[in-house]
């Protein structure tokens, strides 16, 4: 099936960037076999390591797409998404497409600057765009990819077409932690509004509360059932004064 949009990938610049982007994660020996094959890419099957595939498309993705978003919707939260889906495929033994869980969770967000509808653009994205890191995958992976990025929302209907989409939705929103939460609700609520804690009070009652939406789906309340416990317990003591202290190293 011929895609609508291709999308160019320069060789010579994805070197750079990913040794770059590898030597900032701290990994050894970055400039040897699976980093500088990048020159290579045109000419080779990427699935032949999963490292490099996943390092080269974070690097992609981050450089063209992530860059842009606000604060809480950096390449960093990329990474956790990644990271958790990998957890939750190995815990509920779903026996997921590895390059897969790496594609998802790097293209779930690329679009975030379009806030409302940044999963159909992604969606669509997946479906009707070739480059090397989505032309690795059959129509049918390639269909589960685009309904995850699609479903991933938690403000959605708890829904998923297939396993892809569980774990991600998992993953999206990741572990209860009240202070994790409250800083990446600052961080996006910083320089949109002149009193930021109190949005984020606002909003962490009526995303994150008992009866909120951001914890609705009973699959994800059932992985996270302890922890969510506690998360309920801590919120419910939340103050101004507290978001205060929680966030004050962060700047606009």
Known sequence: MKKERVEHVNPDKLEKLAIDNCRRL????CDSTGIVIAKQIYKQDLTDSLYKYRLLARTFYDEKYYY????????TH????????????????LNLDKFAIVATAYIHDIFTTSRDNHHELASEYVMNTSNVFLDIFNNRVRKDISEAVYEHRSSGDCKYSNLLSLAIQIADTGEPSLL??????????????????KEVLDHMRDKFSRTGYGFKCDFYRKYYKKE??????????LTIAKIKIMTKDIKE
């Open 68 to 75: 842009a978003n606000d604060e809480a919707h950096r390449i």
């Open 228 to 237: 969510l416990d506690r998360f309920f317990d801590e919120l419910d003591d």
């Open 78 to 93: 990329a990474d956790d998404v990644y990271a958790t889906m990998v957890e939750v495929d190995e815990r509920l033994k």
């Open 26 to 29: 701290g990994d050894n020996d």
């Open 180 to 197: 994790d939460t409250v800083r990446r609700s600052f961080k996006y609520h910083i320089g949109k509004s002149k009193h930021p804690e």
